[in-house]
Structure formats: C-alpha cells, structure tokens
C-alpha cells in the first residue's frame, strides 16, 4: 500500500505562481514514475506532467515552458512549480505515482487532489 500526501495549491492571480509538492510513503521496491494529473469541472482528468525515476519528464502542451516537474528520489518527493499562471490552468491537481512492488508487479496510485484557483 502507498499513500500520497499532497500540499501546495490555493488561489492566485493571473501570472501569479504556485508549488505543489506530494511525498509518497508505504512498502514498494520503487517509483518508476511520479507526477500530476488535473481535472477541471465538467472535464475528463488529463496529463499536467511526469518525471521518471531517471528524470525525464513529459508535459502537456498547455504548461511547456511555464511548468517545471522535479523529484527528490531519495526522500519519494515529487514537485511542481507553476508559473505565468492563466484562468485554464484552474483544476483540481492530483498526485500520481507508478510504483513496482515487493512482487514486481506494477500499480499507479493517486493522491487524493488539491484546489488551484486562478483568478482573472
């Protein structure tokens, strides 16, 4: 079992910026991947952005260049700073981690959200 603990979020202005952070804890042999989903009203939840464990990342167009995913391996923390935020950006982000367990089989978790509110 994994849990997610996320933090971060709230409301900000329009090119405002904020950080979340979510630290993963349990029993598994390792995270193969971590990072954040969104999901705004009435909409299916999408990609925000992923890092694997040797750090490569994967970002939704929509954040290129204003979003940065980072992890801290040693300590099962995964980050992301947004910035130059926009109204479109509002959702609830959710933490997501990939993880290979004591019997290598391989689950995905989530965390269990967080409010960000962007203002215009």
């Known amino acids: 079992q994994v849990q997610l603990v996320e933090s971060g979020g709230g409301l900000v202005q329009t090119g405002g910026s904020l950080s979340l952070s979510c630290a993963a804890s349990g029993t598994f042999n390792s995270i193969n991947a971590m990072g954040w989903y969104r999901q705004a009203p009435g909409k299916q939840r999408d990609l925000v952005a992923t890092?694997?464990?040797?750090?490569?990342?994967n970002y939704a167009d929509s954040v290129k260049g204003r979003f940065t995913v980072s992890r801290d391996n040693a300590k099962d923390i995964v980050y992301l700073q947004m910035n130059s935020l926009k109204p479109e950006d509002t959702a609830v982000y959710y933490c997501y981690v990939l993880v290979e367990t004591r019997w290598r089989t391989v689950i995905n978790y989530w965390g269990r959200g967080t409010q960000v509110t962007v203002s215009s």
């Open positions: 890092i694997t464990s040797g750090s490569i990342t």
